[in-house]
């Protein structure tokens, strides 16, 4: 079968870095994305990795390893604002989206 | 504002009746998706149209609908449902289908099926 690995809750301290991993296990691989969702709003996208390594925007960055099948989303300077799910969804050799059940963040003052 | 928009936010409804979520995106997109969303479980593709016809339908039970009139809209009728079948139903839409590219989601209907 096709699935995605992550955490299902993370805490962390506002000002701090935190990583969330995910790994998956799909046929094929085309492309890994990141999206976030606050509560009771629609997902909004954040990243996407094609190639092997680090891709940074602003204070998110995204990395990827095809080898093992890992990626992580790290954030840093954290903000309240940031408290939010953070859903990764791999691409198929069929373009066929596979979705983590998403990881729940929540930033202490 | 996603540029993506869902009516209505929030739906309760009887295992008997019948409804219809609505979906619209002037984002000038030509695939158009419907998502169920419980809680803490991986998004659920249910039907995917691409260029306003059904490409995909992943084994949705008959009392699931959907329709798309143009590449703008996009509904899904309910009928007979199950208490079961209480979720976030999220619209989302994509230039493409198929070509690796981000997905803008609406803001979701909470269905509530008593």
């Known amino acids: 079968g096709q699935n995605i690995d992550q955490p299902t809750e993370m805490t962390a301290t506002e000002g701090a870095i935190v990583q969330i991993n995910c790994t998956y296990q799909?046929?094929?691989?085309?492309?890994l994305f990141w999206y976030q969702q606050h509560a009771g709003e629609a997902p909004t996208f954040l990243s996407y990795n094609v190639l092997d390594g680090l891709e940074e925007k602003g204070r998110f960055s995204s990395f990827l390893s095809r080898s093992k099948g890992y990626s992580y989303l790290l954030l840093k300077e954290l903000q309240m604002k940031d408290s939010a799910s953070y859903l990764c969804a791999v691409e198929n050799s069929n373009y066929q989206l596979i979705w983590g059940a998403g990881t729940k963040l929540i930033i202490k003052p | 504002e996603t540029g993506v928009t869902q009516t209505p936010r929030h739906l309760v409804m009887g295992m008997t009746n019948k409804k219809s979520l609505k979906c619209e995106q002037h984002l000038g997109h030509n695939a158009m998706y419907w998502y169920k969303q419980s809680a803490k479980k991986p998004l659920e593709l249910m039907f995917v149209?691409?260029?306003?016809?059904?490409?995909e339908n992943n084994s949705v039970p008959s009392r699931f609908s959907p329709e798309c009139p143009n590449s703008s809209h996009l509904f899904l009728h309910l009928h007979t449902l199950q208490p079961e079948d209480s979720a976030l139903y999220l619209c989302a839409s994509s230039p493409r289908h198929r070509e690796g590219t981000e997905a803008f989601f609406g803001q979701g209907t909470r269905l509530t099926v008593v």
């Open positions: 149209y691409n260029f306003k016809e059904q490409t």
């Open positions: 799909t046929s094929g691989f085309n492309g």
